[in-house]
Protein backbone atom coordinates (compact mmCIF):
# COMPACT_ATOMS: atom_id res chain seq x y z
CA UNK A 1 0.00 0.00 0.00
CA UNK A 2 1.49 3.15 -1.14
CA UNK A 3 0.20 6.80 0.96
CA UNK A 4 1.67 9.81 -0.97
CA UNK A 5 0.51 11.86 1.48
CA UNK A 6 -1.50 14.68 2.24
CA UNK A 7 -2.67 16.36 -0.95
CA UNK A 8 -4.08 20.08 -1.06
CA UNK A 9 -7.13 19.62 -1.94
CA UNK A 10 -7.59 17.54 1.47
CA UNK A 11 -6.57 21.24 3.80
CA UNK A 12 -8.58 23.32 1.77
CA UNK A 13 -11.83 21.85 2.54
CA UNK A 14 -10.90 22.50 6.19
CA UNK A 15 -10.02 26.34 5.07
CA UNK A 16 -13.65 26.79 3.71
CA UNK A 17 -15.45 26.10 6.96
CA UNK A 18 -13.04 28.71 8.76
CA UNK A 19 -14.09 31.66 6.51
CA UNK A 20 -15.61 33.94 9.43
CA UNK A 21 -19.21 35.63 9.10
CA UNK A 22 -19.14 39.53 8.18
CA UNK A 23 -21.29 40.84 10.53
CA UNK A 24 -23.27 44.10 8.78
CA UNK A 25 -23.64 46.75 11.30
CA UNK A 26 -26.38 49.06 10.41
CA UNK A 27 -27.42 52.07 11.36
CA UNK A 28 -31.48 52.26 12.79
CA UNK A 29 -33.57 54.76 10.68
CA UNK A 30 -33.94 57.98 12.76
CA UNK A 31 -37.80 58.92 13.41
CA UNK A 32 -38.46 62.28 11.62
CA UNK A 33 -41.28 65.03 11.64
CA UNK A 34 -42.15 67.71 9.39
CA UNK A 35 -44.35 70.52 9.56
CA UNK A 36 -46.22 71.39 6.94
CA UNK A 37 -46.05 75.20 5.90
CA UNK A 38 -49.80 75.93 7.09
CA UNK A 39 -49.03 74.21 10.20
CA UNK A 40 -45.94 76.61 10.80
CA UNK A 41 -47.86 79.92 9.49
CA UNK A 42 -50.31 78.69 12.30
CA UNK A 43 -48.09 78.20 14.93
CA UNK A 44 -46.61 81.57 14.24
CA UNK A 45 -49.38 83.75 14.32
CA UNK A 46 -50.51 81.77 16.98
CA UNK A 47 -47.33 82.78 18.99
CA UNK A 48 -47.65 86.53 17.64
CA UNK A 49 -51.38 86.90 19.30
CA UNK A 50 -50.19 85.98 22.65
CA UNK A 51 -47.42 88.11 22.98
CA UNK A 52 -49.01 91.53 21.74
CA UNK A 53 -51.97 90.47 23.89
CA UNK A 54 -49.80 89.73 26.69
CA UNK A 55 -47.73 92.99 26.34
CA UNK A 56 -50.89 95.35 26.17
CA UNK A 57 -52.10 93.58 29.45
CA UNK A 58 -49.00 93.95 31.35
CA UNK A 59 -48.90 97.88 30.42
CA UNK A 60 -52.30 98.27 31.35
CA UNK A 61 -51.94 96.45 34.94
CA UNK A 62 -48.91 98.33 35.41
CA UNK A 63 -50.36 101.72 35.23
CA UNK A 64 -52.66 100.46 37.70
CA UNK A 65 -51.12 99.47 39.79
CA UNK A 66 -49.02 102.02 39.41
CA UNK A 67 -52.40 104.73 39.87
CA UNK A 68 -53.71 102.50 42.79
CA UNK A 69 -56.82 101.64 40.69
CA UNK A 70 -56.26 97.86 40.41
CA UNK A 71 -59.00 95.88 42.00
CA UNK A 72 -59.14 92.13 41.26
CA UNK A 73 -62.48 90.08 41.12
CA UNK A 74 -61.55 87.26 43.66
CA UNK A 75 -64.35 84.80 42.38
CA UNK A 76 -62.94 85.35 38.93
CA UNK A 77 -59.46 84.31 40.14
CA UNK A 78 -61.24 81.35 42.17
CA UNK A 79 -62.94 80.47 39.19
CA UNK A 80 -59.53 80.34 36.72
CA UNK A 81 -58.10 78.89 39.21
CA UNK A 82 -60.21 75.88 39.71
CA UNK A 83 -60.79 75.52 36.11
CA UNK A 84 -57.13 75.44 35.02
CA UNK A 85 -56.27 72.39 37.77
CA UNK A 86 -59.07 70.71 35.91
CA UNK A 87 -57.56 70.89 32.64
CA UNK A 88 -60.33 72.86 31.38
CA UNK A 89 -59.20 75.99 28.80
CA UNK A 90 -58.70 79.37 30.20
Known sequence: ??????????????????VKAEVKVTAMPKDTIELSAAGKNLSALALDGKSVNS?????????????GTYNVD????AKKIIDNMKGRDI
Open 74 to 77: SKLV
Open 1 to 18: MKIDGVKPNVVNFYKKNT
Open 55 to 67: NEKIATIKNKVNN
